[in-house]
């Protein structure tokens, strides 16, 4: 009676970890895909910039649609990808997505100037695009 019990445990939280698990290969795919299309877009706007005069207000509202698109499309990726709690799925592929992406830009431009009030109204964006994203990729 006492090993059935203990087998059971041991055989219900290697379950969790193995759900536990899955989440987090979903998030890590769901982050590369938001960063893959992130680069894309990227891409896509310096070749427009080579072409178009754009001043840095216009450049400014550029990148921050570039990181709701990213955030939303990873949401829902990953939100799928799990079937539930999108809102949560949402919410923690946003911080970590926006984490890396702080982190890259804080490499090439320096940590000092990408930490600002700008940046912290732009993490709460991604919060709230990455909880509806998830929401609605769970409805899907």
Not at 18 to 44: D, E, H, P
Not at 68 to 88: F, H, Q
Request: charged share 10%; aromatic share 12%; proline share 0%.
């Amino acid at each position: 009676d006492r090993i059935g019990d203990w087998s059971s445990d041991v055989c219900s939280s290697d379950l969790f970890i193995l759900k536990n698990n899955a989440f987090v290969n979903n998030l890590v795919k769901g982050t590369a895909r938001s960063f893959l299309l992130t680069v894309i877009m990227v891409i896509v706007y310096s070749i427009l910039m080579r072409f178009i005069d754009i001043n840095s207000n216009v450049s400014s509202v550029v990148y921050l649609i570039i990181t709701s698109l990213s955030v939303i499309y990873g949401a829902i990726y990953v939100a799928r990808a799990n079937e539930k709690k999108g809102w949560l799925s949402g919410m923690i592929l946003s911080l970590v997505y926006m984490i890396l992406i702080m982190c890259i830009s804080g490499f090439m431009q320096g940590f000092k100037d990408i930490i600002n009030l700008y940046a912290f109204y732009r993490i709460l964006i991604a919060l709230g695009m990455g909880a509806l994203s998830g929401m609605l990729g769970i409805n899907l």
